[in-house]
């Protein structure tokens, strides 16, 4: 059977065939060229346009079903936390407020921010950027559009749209992305919401992971979305109980799969899975983007000193990795550039500067140490609180694959061999076996890693 998954990044989508008999990946198609991004009017906004969104997937799933011909289903992930007003039509009728959005994060009447205050009146922490912050916002201030009956993320309206339905329905992944998510519920928690002045009624509605949602005109089955984390970690862990799983992506996070309990982690989210668990998860906001801040800033100084621009300098940003030896002399950089999920405001720095260390390389350097140790810190508390034992790293995203000398930090720092994906693609091979499962194809969410593939280590049961 093959399943199709997609992707909807913050900067590109991605659309794959995943062939469960080989367990492989047999087709990939990606859209680069952009996501829409209408004019900010505001620093603080971060906007996306769904129907550009939409239009991408469409030729996407096309060009997928033209390659391979039949496909049993289609599965959906995609940047979570973001909102997208629908109208009774399932129409959307105002941009996509992605999940760096950051109006919920400024202050109302002078004071605590509109996240702060909803957090405060709801009882559950919802970040800035969480959709339900974000319309908290636009009650406040005359934002919602008139038209709108509901809202929903923009990979659940992405499914809205290939079928033709009118209504958002949602998982518990999703569910818990836009806040104040009850595990005990399993859904929304409709009397806290209600206590932050937030009428429930344009909230979608909650459904079990892997609901069908419709068929497309041509017949193929239609899943509700997973969020993006969750769908990285069915995608890429074969043994999730002894693996923590490193993204590194336009944001990172680290992620365990834990059994059904309370867990009180300080700054990390305890997140639904699919089938059952929690999913534990340290998200730093900046991510790979801190490494392209470092790019940016080479390519401006050497643009200010030439007086024109290069391209991309991340291949000689590489070169200076190897030029000179840093141990014993590294400056710390911390790269909490966009905040945290409790902090918003906070802000990174760089540190323990000398006449030795104060170099483009030991930068370089630094820059890619500070993303790893955003991510330890996450660990250490993890380690401290639950005494979990961990054998294997596995690692996704980009911006990890892409540095041999990052992912030598990430080995280094957590002490543990690291290993990936046959797939570079690990949000969309899980969304593509998100889809299976709810098709019947796999038997059931434990069961997926199955079917994942990974190059190291040599140990055979990760390997499968």
Not at 2 to 11: A, E, P, Q, R, V
Not at 347 to 365: V, Y
Not at 381 to 389: K, V
Not at 448 to 462: N, R
Request: hydrophobic share 35%; proline share 5%; net charge negative.
């Amino acid at each position: 059977m093959k399943f199709i998954g997609l992707d909807i990044g913050t900067t590109s989508i991605t659309g794959l065939i995943y062939d469960l008999e080989r367990k492989k990946v047999v087709c990939t198609v990606t859209d680069e060229s952009g996501t829409g991004v209408p004019e900010h009017k505001e620093e603080w906004e971060r906007l996306q346009d769904p129907e550009a969104i939409c239009q991408q997937i469409e030729r996407i799933v096309g060009k997928l079903i033209l390659a391979e011909g039949e496909v049993s289903g289609i599965g959906l992930t995609g940047q979570m936390h973001g909102i997208v007003y629908t109208d009774n039509m399932g129409q959307h009728v105002n941009p996509l407020y992605t999940w760096q959005d950051g109006r919920a994060g400024l202050p109302i009447d002078g004071g605590s921010s509109y996240a702060q205050k909803l957090s405060e009146t709801t009882g559950y922490s919802v970040p800035p950027g969480y959709g339900l912050a974000t319309h908290y916002y636009n009650i406040q201030n005359g934002l919602v559009p008139a038209a709108a009956v509901s809202f929903c993320t923009i990979a659940d309206y992405a499914a809205l749209r290939l079928t033709g339905s009118r209504s958002p329905l949602i998982d518990p992944t999703q569910a818990a992305g836009i806040g104040c998510y009850s595990f005990d519920a399993g859904g929304f928690d409709y009397a806290a919401i209600e206590r932050g002045g937030i009428h429930t009624g344009l909230l979608p509605k909650v459904v079990p992971s892997g609901t069908l949602i419709g068929t497309t005109p041509s017949g193929i089955p239609v899943y509700c979305s997973l969020g993006d984390n969750q769908a990285s970690f069915l995608g890429s862990v074969p043994v999730p109980d002894e693996s923590v799983l490193l993204n590194m992506g336009t944001g990172s996070q680290l992620s365990v799969l834990l059994p059904n309990a309370e867990y009180q982690l300080a700054g990390m989210e305890v997140r639904p899975f699919p089938g059952g668990g929690r999913l534990v998860v340290g998200a730093a906001l900046s991510g790979g983007k801190s490494y392209a801040l470092l790019e940016h800033f080479f390519r401006e100084l050497i643009t200010a000193y030439t007086g024109e621009a290069p391209g991309k300098l991340y291949s000689f940003m590489e070169q200076l990795l190897s030029y000179e030896e840093t141990a014993g002399k590294e400056l710390t950089v911390n790269t909490q550039f966009l905040g945290t999920r409790t902090n918003p405001e906070v802000r990174g720095s760089i540190g323990k500067i000398s006449l030795d260390n104060f170099t483009p390389a030991h930068l370089a350097h630094g820059f890619l140490q500070g993303m790893i140790d955003e991510l330890y810190a996450f660990y250490t508390i993890l380690n401290s609180s639950t005494g979990s034992a961990y054998k294997y790293a596995i690692g996704s995203g980009n911006a990890l694959r892409a540095s041999a000398v990052l992912c030598a930090k990430a080995q280094s720092t957590f002490k543990l061999p690291l290993a990936f994906s046959h797939s570079p693609e690990e949000a969309a091979v899980g969304a593509a076996l998100y889809a299976a499962v709810g098709a019947g194809g796999v038997e059931s969410f434990t069961e997926a890693g199955k079917y994942i593939t990974l190059g190291l280590p040599a140990d055979p049961k990760i390997r499968s």
